[in-house]
């Protein structure tokens, strides 16, 4: 609802703004965020719920790091999703990005394991773990990638 002013779009912009504000204050830390560092190994672990688009993140992640030059190595610690292997295989593949997993090994802290230590060995600086879907009532699955 507007008058002849306009204050009606001043409202909705002024609303909107608080929103965003308000927003922003909640996820904002006071920690600063961690800092990659070039010519070390940084092990970066994707975890969250099932669907919540995990494998497409790793890759675009893996993606954004190497057009800046870093060295970049996925690693698929999914054991539990059909198809999860030959999605981030492949994903690693169009993008160009070294890859590790194992498709018949079904513990993911064995795969995860070697995965990072194949690629520290290799010098690279980023490496990215994709795991297995979780449930919020899957505690056990929480505690296995810690």
């Not at 965020?33 to 070039?38: A, E, F, N, T, V």
């Not at 790091?65 to 054991?79: E, F, I, N, P, Q």
């Not at 198809?83 to 993911?108: R, S, V, W, Y």
């Not at 802290?109 to 070697?114: C, G």
Request: hydrophobic share 35%.
């Amino acid at each position: 609802m507007t008058n002849n002013s306009g204050e009606g779009i001043n409202i909705r912009k002024m609303i909107q703004k608080t929103v965003v504000d308000e927003l922003t204050a909640m996820l904002d830390s006071e920690n600063p965020p961690y800092q990659y560092k070039k010519g070390k190994p940084n092990v970066v672990m994707f975890v969250g719920l099932q669907g919540s688009g995990k494998t497409t993140t790793c890759t675009k992640f893996a993606y954004h790091y190497m057009k800046k030059g870093w060295r970049v190595g996925l690693v698929c610690a999914d054991t539990f999703r059909a198809g999860a292997f030959e999605q981030l295989k492949m994903n690693a593949a169009k993008i160009k990005c070294p890859f590790f997993g194992h498709k018949k090994e079904t513990d993911p802290v064995k795969i995860a394991e070697e995965g990072v230590n194949f690629f520290k060995e290799q010098k690279f600086e980023i490496i990215i773990v994709d795991t297995s879907g979780r449930h919020k009532q899957e505690a056990a699955l929480f505690e296995e990638m810690q």
